[in-house]
Structure formats: structure tokens, C-alpha cells
């Protein structure tokens, strides 16, 4: 990457993993696994696994001036706000007009989330979460939320006292 694009190699805090599902569990794993090569992560919808989860209680100093954003969609209790089943949108591009956006995925991931939250917080890891109540899982609605990450491992909104501790 470094020869082929411009990059600031040796500053970690200049470089960023963003995934989507299984991608949001293998951004934070180039985290844990290279934090002389990375400073912030950005997990939309992610599939945490509990080897992941175990590995991030147990490296507390290597991720506590890193910047962490995780955010999903699904069912949300509180609000009362369901995935629709069906969303016509998600059918409507000529080059991708069969995108399901899993109506059920963003909900049944959310153990694994909380389950990271829990251990982030209990070794005071600082991070950020959103819950986009009603989101899917797909392209669609993680293009539709990017700027929300974007702007929080790169804008001044990171700066914000809204932080999840």
C-alpha cells in the first residue's frame, strides 16, 4: 500500500480500517494485530466473534489511544422500530438490483456487539457507537450512514463529548 499510494507510513494515527460485517471484526483484528500500523477503525455491522471479543479485553494498553467506531442497524427495542421485511429501494440500481439487505442480520448481530461494548468497556477502552434503528444489512445502508464513521475518525465530530465509555 505504501508504494503504491501516498501514504504516511510511519504515523499509525494517519491510517484507518473501515469493514462492513465480517469486514467490521477483520478491521478491528488489523487493529489489534498491527496497532504500529493503524490508529482508528471503523466496524459498520460487524460480525463479532468471541475469540475477537476476548482478544480486545485482554489488549486494553494497545487500544486505548487508538479511535474506535462501531455502529448497526436491526430492530430496536426501545424505540419500537422494526426492519422492514422487504425495501423496494434496495432493487432499484440497474447494476445492483438484487441487494436483500438482510432484514434480520443487523438484529441477530447485536449480541456480539454488545458483547464488544461490554468489553471495551470494562478494560476503558474509549469508543463510539450508533444504533441506526430500522437499518439493513447491506451496501445500501451502510452508504446511506458512511459519513457518520468518516466523520468521526477524520473530522472534528470525533471531538464531540458523545463518546461511549
Same mark, same amino acid.
Given at each position: ?20 460485517? @465480517? ?29 475477537? $471479543? ?14 474506535? &467506531? $462501531? ?30 439487505? &438482510? ?9 456480539? $456487539?454488545?458483547? @464488544?461494548?461490554?468489553?471495551?468497556d470494562l478494560v476503558g477502552?474509549? &469508543?463510539? &457507537? ?20 468518516? @466523520?468521526?475518525?477524520?473530522g472534528d465530530e470525533k ?7
Open positions: 500500500v505504501n508504494a503504491r499510494f501516498r501514504t504516511i507510513a510511519d504515523n499509525p494515527a494517519a491510517t484507518s480500517a473501515i469493514g462492513t460485517s @465480517m469486514g467490521g471484526q477483520a478491521s478491528l483484528h488489523l487493529l489489534l494485530r498491527h496497532p504500529d500500523k493503524f490508529g482508528a477503525v471503523a466496524a459498520l455491522s460487524p460480525a463479532f466473534q468471541p475469540a475477537t $471479543i476476548a482478544a480486545v479485553a485482554a489488549s486494553a494498553d494497545v487500544l486505548r489511544n487508538k479511535t474506535i &467506531y $462501531i455502529d448497526n442497524g436491526g430492530d430496536d427495542e426501545p424505540s419500537n422500530v422494526k426492519v422492514p421485511f422487504f425495501d423496494v429501494f434496495d432493487h432499484t440500481t440497474s447494476k445492483h438490483w438484487w441487494n436483500p439487505g &438482510y432484514f434480520w442480520l443487523d438484529t441477530q448481530l447485536q449480541p456480539g $456487539i454488545d458483547a @464488544m461494548r461490554a468489553a471495551l477502552v474509549d &469508543y463510539k &457507537y450508533e444504533k441506526f434503528a430500522g437499518g439493513r444489512h447491506n451496501e445500501r445502508a451502510w452508504a446511506q450512514r458512511i459519513h457518520v464513521p468518516l @466523520m468521526h475518525l477524520f471531538k464531540n463529548d458523545d463518546t461511549k465509555r
